[in-house]
């Protein structure tokens, strides 16, 4: 399972669509780091920064998945 997208409030971030690895790296800050596995977030929009618009939706749903996400081996 991939996480690639997300809703918060009445916005959507990321894409139902598998990014390559190339546009997934021009995405990151830093560079030098491996890419994260299963993650495959890609988002022009995406802007979390306190006091920006959408802030404190990001930020619960942020919170939320920390939280309450966990990962079982089948």
Known sequence: M?????????RTYGSSERQ???VL???QFDRDKELVPNVNFASQEFEFIKG????EKIEAIMLNLA???SV???
Do not use: E, I, K
């Open 2 to 10: 991939d996480f690639r997208m997300f809703s918060a409030g009445l």
């Open 20 to 22: 390559s690895d190339s």
């Open 25 to 27: 790296l021009s995405h």
């Open 52 to 55: 920006s618009q959408n802030y």
């Open 67 to 69: 939280l309450n996400h």
């Open 72 to 74: 079982l081996p089948t």
